[in-house]
DNA sequence: CCTGAAAGAATTACGCG
DNA sequence: CGCGTAATTCTTTCAGG
């Protein structure tokens, strides 16, 4: 699989601040041509890295319900059952589980009723539930990955993230990003010894 | 303020499922011409419904960190400050705000090391914060609204979802959407004191 | 990945109820 | 004021290198 590039972060950083910017405007930035645009965002959705194009909406204009983030005890094996219930229930907006058996969800709910919710999603009572926790929110925000480097390449030696100091490796004709000249000789030598190893291509 | 109508709700889903849709497609399904619905997606964004387009991104594909959920305890006129530290800072992902003076952030942080996270974003020692706990984090899901009754309308009068059985009420030339007869009759009756009181307009 | 042509979409201007 | 139609302008897609 193909590395990503800084044109195709760049990309992904035109298109996350606004997804209907035009393909020819975002070419002018990064100084290709639109279709090469075109042909980047096309790989950059079949490797799942964009999952779609979609919109931000201030759901508290949307919805009058009580915002909440609440955490629930659940038996250990019920967590990926439990996961699919809520991203599928009404007014769910995150899920997050834990790798202790917790599962937590920030949702709107109408008069933060949450023994309701839970019944209704669950079943009445909730078996796989041993014990749930409410909190109510004030304020709820995403923060779409536009500023600086949180949409970062991270350096294929060593995780960290590649900054413009960073450095771009080829070979065999991938790309690969270092964040320092000590990970990409690691880096090197790692891949020649694997090279050696294993047999070209 | 015009309030929606079922026809911006369906625009709103269609473009949650694909925000580079094109209008005219859109259109087509909701039964306009392009540029009424051109208008109307103005409009949304006017109204601060639609508060930008985007991409929804995988973004464990972008960032080796670990996926945390940490809760601050917070002195307790320091939430509003916290809360923009971190949504400004560097792998933050949802910032809530709880109505007692906790803040929850969910995050992917280099090797997990939270004590130096927040030492870098709110200075070392971090004296906003009183103690914090850290979750792990196996999954992160976000469930834009795309599903159903997720991005329903609210009665006006009793705050609960507006569905296929609604009623809607135009009065002044604007629109208002009722759940149930009964509501509708208790509203119309509502405005009619209110006019009544404060004079047409 | 580029260029250039063809197809397609958004925007604008204008008229209607 | 919201909508439709039609002309204009801009974008995307496709073919070929």
Redesign the interface.
């Known amino acids: 699989m193909r590395t990503?590039d800084e044109t195709d972060v760049e990309i992904?950083r035109l298109?996350?601040?606004?997804?209907?910017r035009p393909y020819r405007e975002i070419a002018e930035r990064v100084g290709l041509s639109s279709p090469a645009v075109s042909d980047r965002v096309t790989r950059l959705q079949d490797?799942?890295?964009?999952?779609?194009?979609?919109?931000?909406?201030?759901?508290s204009?949307?919805?009058?319900g009580v915002?909440v983030?609440v955490e629930l005890a659940v038996r250990p094996d019920a967590a990926a059952e439990m996961?699919e219930a809520l991203?599928?229930a009404?007014?769910?907006?995150?899920?997050?589980?834990?790798?202790?058996p917790?599962v937590?969800f920030?949702a709107r709910l109408?008069r933060a009723d949450v023994r309701a919710f839970l019944a209704e999603t669950f079943g009445a009572p909730p078996e796989a539930i041993v014990d749930y926790d409410v909190?109510?929110?004030?304020?709820?925000?995403?923060?779409?990955?536009t500023?600086?480097?949180?949409?970062?390449?991270?350096c294929a030696q060593c995780?960290?993230?590649v900054d413009r100091e960073g450095e771009t490796l080829r070979l065999d004709g991938e790309r690969y990003y270092l964040c320092c000249p000590s990970c990409r000789d690691e880096f090197e030598a790692r891949y020649e010894r694997f090279r050696a190893g294993a047999g070209a291509e």
């Open positions: 990503l992904l298109l996350t601040e606004d997804a209907r490797l799942g890295i964009v999952r779609r194009f979609t919109l931000e909406l201030d759901r204009k949307l919805r009058g915002p983030l996961h991203a599928a009404d007014g769910v907006e995150h899920v997050f589980v834990a790798s202790d917790r937590f920030q109408p909190t109510v929110l004030t304020d709820v925000e995403w923060t779409p990955g500023g600086g480097t949180d949409l970062a390449l991270t995780g960290n993230e």
